[in-house]
T-cell receptor, first 112, second 115 residues
Framework: EAQVTQNPRYLITVTGKKLTVTCSQN?????MSWYRQDPGLGLRQIYY???????DKGDVPEGYKVSRKEKRNFPLILESPSPNQTSLYFC???????????FGAGSRLTVL | AQTVTQSQPEMSVQEAETVTLSCTYD???????LFWYKQPPSRQMILVIR??????QNATENRFSVNFQKAAKSFSLKISDSQLGDAAMYFC????????????FGTGTRLTIIP
């Protein structure tokens, strides 16, 4: 089944404890991206990648890192999480130029 | 920067009735795509419908249709014969046709279906 898989789906952590949210897609998509969803703000793009080793900042990149060493994987790294990073995170992927994103199921992160 | 505005934070409709969700956007581009996404309680983002700006014909998917007014920069979603399973948060979104797949989202409209 064609899908975007995120892990973990739920995580409660404490301020400053590094964490990684993994994202993997099995559709051979070049493009991958991370969004965060907050009440009253909709979804906002954090980082995106047009292909392997090509990443760029989205609208809200502060406090996050990403890497794209393989085409299928695009992990989101929070080096030192803070409570304002408590949010619902989505990974998404697409063929470049397709203009249709496939979303993962979301990862609910709580930073205490 | 492009913006997407959904002015109705919440709406409700009687089961089997028709409801229209509003969306306006701001852009200086002529080629772009507009979307409606549904987010049920499961939190999954589900694509409902997509409209290409250069197509004058309004997109339709079963009970879902859009009213795309390019000059007015308006993109409303009409749900006909509302069903209980339509209860969800609905997001309007925009992307430019430049190979950059970034979506700009509105703040969402929560739709309640009254049995």
């Amino acid at each position: 089944e064609a899908q975007v898989t995120q892990n973990p789906r739920y995580l409660i952590t404490v301020t400053g404890k590094k964490l990684t949210v993994t994202c993997s897609q099995n559709m051979n998509h070049e493009y991958m991206s991370w969004y965060r969803q907050d009440p009253g703000l909709g979804l906002r793009q954090i980082y995106y990648s047009m292909n392997v080793e090509v990443t760029d900042k989205g609208d809200v990149p502060e406090g996050y890192k990403v890497s794209r060493k393989e085409k299928r994987n695009f992990p989101l790294i929070l080096e030192s999480p803070s409570p304002n990073q408590t949010s619902l995170y989505f990974c998404a992927s697409s063929l470049v130029g397709a203009n249709v994103l496939t979303f993962g199921a979301g990862s609910r992160l709580t930073v205490l | 920067a492009q913006t997407v505005t959904q002015s109705q934070p919440e709406m409700s409709v009687q089961e089997a009735e028709t409801v229209t969700l509003s969306c306006t956007y701001d852009t200086s581009e002529s080629d772009y795509y507009l979307f409606w996404y549904k987010q049920p309680p499961s939190r999954q983002m589900i694509l409902v419908i997509r409209q290409e700006a250069y197509k004058q014909q309004n997109a339709t998917e079963n009970r879902f249709s859009v009213n795309f007014q390019k000059a007015a920069k308006s993109f409303s979603l009409k749900i006909s014969d509302s069903q209980l399973g339509d209860a969800a948060m609905y997001f309007c979104a925009y992307t430019e046709d430049f190979g950059n797949e970034k979506l700009t989202f509105g703040t969402g409209t929560r739709l309640t279906i009254i049995p």
